[in-house]
Nanobody, 116 residues
Framework: QVQLVESGGGLVQAGGSLRLSCAAS????????MGWYRQAPGKQRELVAD???????NYADSVKGRFTISRDNAKNTVYLQMNSLKPEDTAVYYC??????????WGQGTQVTVSS
C-alpha cells in the first residue's frame, strides 16, 4: 500500500500563493490518476484537481485558472501550486488516487488557511 504525506500548507493572506507537496512511500507510476482533495469543517470532501500518469489535468471550476497540479513520477511526488488564494480555499488538503482505492491510504492532510 502506498502511504501519502502532504506538506506545504500554512496561513496566507488573500491573493497569496502556496505550493503543496504530496510525498508517496513508493512508486506512483502505476497509479493512473492522482488527485488533490480538500475538506472544510461541516462540508463534504471535494476533488480539487487531478492528473493522469501522462500529465493530463482536470480542475474544479472553483480553482480553474488559479491552481496547477503536477506530478513527478520519478520522485514519487504530486504537487499543487495555488495562486490568487481566496478565503473560500481554506480547508484541509489531501492527496490520493482518483478514485481512492486499495493501493493508497489517506494521509494526515495539510491545513491551508487564507485570511481576508
Amino acid at each position: 500500500q502506498v502511504q501519502l504525506v502532504e506538506s506545504g500548507g500554512g496561513l496566507v493572506q488573500a491573493g497569496g500563493s502556496l505550493r503543496l507537496s504530496c510525498a508517496a512511500s513508493r512508486s506512483i507510476f502505476s497509479i493512473n490518476i492522482m488527485g488533490w482533495y480538500r475538506q472544510a469543517p461541516g462540508k463534504q470532501r471535494e476533488l480539487v484537481a487531478d492528473i493522469t500518469r501522462s500529465g493530463s489535468t482536470n480542475y474544479a471550476d472553483s480553482v480553474k485558472g488559479r491552481f496547477t497540479i503536477s506530478r513527478d513520477n520519478a520522485k514519487n511526488t504530486v504537487y499543487l501550486q495555488m495562486n490568487s488564494l481566496k478565503p473560500e480555499d481554506t480547508a484541509v488538503y489531501y492527496c490520493n488516487s482518483n478514485p481512492p482505492g486499495a493501493r493508497t491510504s489517506w494521509g494526515q492532510g495539510t491545513q491551508v488557511t487564507v485570511s481576508s
